[in-house]
């Protein structure tokens, strides 16, 4: 394990690295830093699914300055807008994917200007919401556990009720990846054992199957999207999967229980360990550069936009920040009950 490091000493690296970042787009920019900036701060939010909430915490202290309750049980997966105007969160209503019951069928639209809980998206009979994605242009798809339909909602900001809904061709589809121009989803099923490619504007076209591997979960598309990484939990194996012919060109084990996959702008990989309780750091061409162990096991990953950071949030109620370029846990920072989903907020 890692050296124990106190929150002070993780909170005043993040900042200077979120300073740097933005001292740099300054100066690239051609434009002087405003005196003002120093005193901004990036915001982490951060899903806290036992306690209902979405939560806001400004980086360079650490400090919850926001909170929003959600109503139902178990608000899980969300996504921000391009103008970081609106949140969107499913509301699963179960604890896991293994947790019985009927689940929850509403999409909440959280202002987060206003930091209050705008209105509620009716999905019913749709339930156990669950992998959430926005396109390019802010249109919005979630998917529906239970039912096996991705859902599609053209204008979520007025939204009363999904515009479309397609099947997924598989069985119990968890998360999904989506093509930036949102023609095409790449749904991971987990009981079925296969990967779905769906085409949520051309509902004529049939899903497109792949067989990965055993219980399928965690995916990511690389930035080209010809490729989709899928994480096989029982399988204990990350397979590359080309998109255009649904086939399989390389699968290599893991650690084992990969609950999610990253993928960065580089191309570059960051694998969940959960069982293991550490990230896996993969280059490329997927060889593991470095492996950071953890504190707790990880549920949820997220890269800050600008800064070499990442963020696992951990199932001991804690995240930890991690230094992608020093390979190593930077600090904790300490949350509500059950931290999953994060996304950065630029300051």
């Not at 219980?215 to 029982?234: I, K």
């Not at 969940?272 to 061409?285: F, R």
Request: net charge neutral.
């Amino acid at each position: 394990m890692p050296p124990a490091i106190d929150r002070r000493t993780c909170l005043s690296g993040l900042a200077a690295l979120a300073l740097t970042a933005r001292s740099a787009r300054a100066e690239t920019a051609g434009q002087p830093q405003a005196t003002g900036q120093a005193g901004r701060s990036d915001t982490l939010l951060v899903m806290e699914k036992g306690d209902r909430a979405l939560s806001f915490y400004e980086l360079a202290s650490g400090r919850r300055t926001g909170r929003v309750e959600l109503p139902g049980e178990y608000p899980h997966e969300f996504v921000v807008d391009r103008a970081g105007a609106r949140a969107y969160v499913a509301l699963y209503g179960a604890k896991s994917s293994t947790t019985p019951g009927p689940g929850g069928d509403a999409v909440h639209v959280v202002d987060l200007a206003a930091r209050s809980l705008a209105r509620t998206i009716a999905c019913a009979p749709f339930r156990r919401l669950h992998g959430i994605r926005l396109d390019a242009k802010d249109h919005l798809f979630v998917l529906s556990e239970d039912r096996d339909v991705l859902l599609g909602f053209d204008a979520p900001e007025r939204a009363e009720r999904p515009d479309r809904a397609v099947t997924t061709g598989g069985i119990k589809g968890h998360l999904f990846s989506l093509s930036r121009d949102g023609e095409t989803a790449y749904v991971a099923n987990i009981l079925s054992n296969t990967v779905s490619r769906v085409r949520p504007l051309a509902p004529a076209e049939a899903p497109r199957l792949a067989a990965t591997g055993l219980w399928p979960e965690g995916n990511a598309l690389s930035p080209d999207e010809a490729t989709l990484y899928v994480a096989n939990r029982r399988s204990a194996t990350l397979t590359a999967l080309a998109t255009e012919a649904m086939t399989v060109t390389r699968s290599l084990p893991t650690r084992g229980d990969v609950v999610r996959v990253d993928c960065g702008k580089e191309g570059d990989l960051i694998l969940a360990n959960y069982a293991e309780k550490s990230l896996s750091l993969l280059d490329p061409a997927l060889k593991e550069m470095a492996v950071v162990p953890l504190a707790g096991a990880p549920v949820a990953l997220a890269r800050h936009p600008s800064s070499p950071l990442a963020f696992a949030a951990l199932e001991d109620d804690r995240i930890a920040v991690v230094d992608l370029e020093g390979r190593r846990v930077q600090g904790m920072l300490p949350t509500g009950r059950e931290p999953d989903v994060m996304v950065v907020l630029p300051g």
